[in-house]
């Protein structure tokens, strides 16, 4: 296993560092990769975190020769190792995610960064994010902090991977990924960092996210709501807010597709996502409740027809 390189203090760090977490990635890195080092911000270091893969990743950097990329390799830990480390190998003022398999859209760093300059309180910002493959549309994301607030006692504000980050705030707080959070290590970050600034996400497609089987949602599904289900619980104690049933929460991001016919099915469905709806609502009323509520409530009637 590689070390923690050193910096020296002697040279300044890039304004950006891209930190992209690998695993057996070898299908998609290259796109993914080109799309970053593509970006008209310049003045990054493209750090990837190979978390002992053995599919051929290893042969995929070795054919990029921009100078900006800096690989660290290390046995495998699993994706909350991998991010951790790159938190402790990032030498950049700001801290940009990304994920081996997905497309960064031109333009998403530097707009970022032109926000994160323009308020020195904002401490994340995202984006919006459109997905493909599988599944394909666009998913906004919150605006405002107070947008994001809402958001958080229901679900992670941002698409982590579309996120920037101001890294004095991570080295002042020391906050790290949760390995008892694994498969939803992001939401629990999200909900950490909140007490330390501003969040929001920018009005733009930030992020391209390939919709595949081998995601995390698809093969840890049960581990990752049960996780989901803690950090809203807890996040709603820490801030003063009463939590929702985990029955109820689990059933309005989650309902699945009721037995019967589609007039009897789809009626049977709102009669069970009505109460947590409204109960969310009553909770904490604003409009981003009212929009995430809404969306939950319109994706449960849609499981109805198959």
């Known amino acids: 296993m590689s070390r923690p390189s050193t910096p020296n203090p002697s040279t300044p760090g890039p304004l950006v560092t891209v930190l992209v977490p690998a695993y057996d990635a070898a299908p998609y890195l290259r796109e993914a990769l080109d799309s970053i080092l593509a970006q008209d911000l310049r003045d990054l270091e493209l750090l990837v975190v ?8 290893d042969e995929v950097l070795a054919g990029i020769t921009d100078p900006r990329l800096r690989v660290v390799r290390q046995d495998n830990t699993g994706l909350v190792g991998a991010l951790n ?17 997905d497309i960064m859209p031109p333009g998403r760093l530097s707009a970022q960064l ?6 020195p309180d904002l401490v994340v910002c995202g984006t919006d994010y459109e997905m493909f ?9 919150p605006r405002t902090d107070a947008a994001c607030r809402q958001r958080l006692l229901m679900g992670s504000c941002h698409c982590g991977a579309s ?4 890294m004095s705030v991570l080295q002042r707080s020391g906050i790290r990924f949760r390995p008892e959070f694994a498969h939803a290590e992001d939401y629990r970050f999200f909900t950490e960092l909140a007490a330390h600034g501003k969040m ?18 698809a093969v840890y599904s049960d581990e990752q709501r049960a996780a989901h289900l803690r950090i809203a619980r807890e996040y709603a104690l820490a801030t003063g807010v009463r939590p929702l049933d985990d029955t109820e929460l689990e059933l309005l991001l989650w309902a699945g597709r009721p037995e019967g016919a589609l007039p009897l099915a789809l009626a049977r469905q709102m009669r069970r996502v009505a109460g947590p709806a409204a109960r969310a609502v009553i ?10 509520v809404g969306r939950k409530v319109y994706e449960a009637a849609a499981r109805t027809r198959g």
Do not use: W
Request: charged share 30%; no cysteine.
């Open 50 to 57: 190979d978390d002992g893969s053995t599919d051929g990743t």
């Open 85 to 101: 480390r790159g938190l402790d190998e990032a030498r950049g003022t700001f801290l940009a995610r990304m994920d081996a398999d």
């Open 114 to 119: 032109r926000a994160m300059t323009a308020d």
């Open 133 to 141: 493959g599988a599944i394909e549309g666009r998913v906004r994301m």
């Open 163 to 166: 996120a920037m980050i101001r």
């Open 200 to 217: 929001g996400n920018l009005p733009i497609v930030g992020y391209l996210y390939r919709m595949h089987p081998h995601q995390v949602s």
């Open 283 to 292: 909770r904490r009323p604003g409009v981003e409740t009212m929009r995430f």
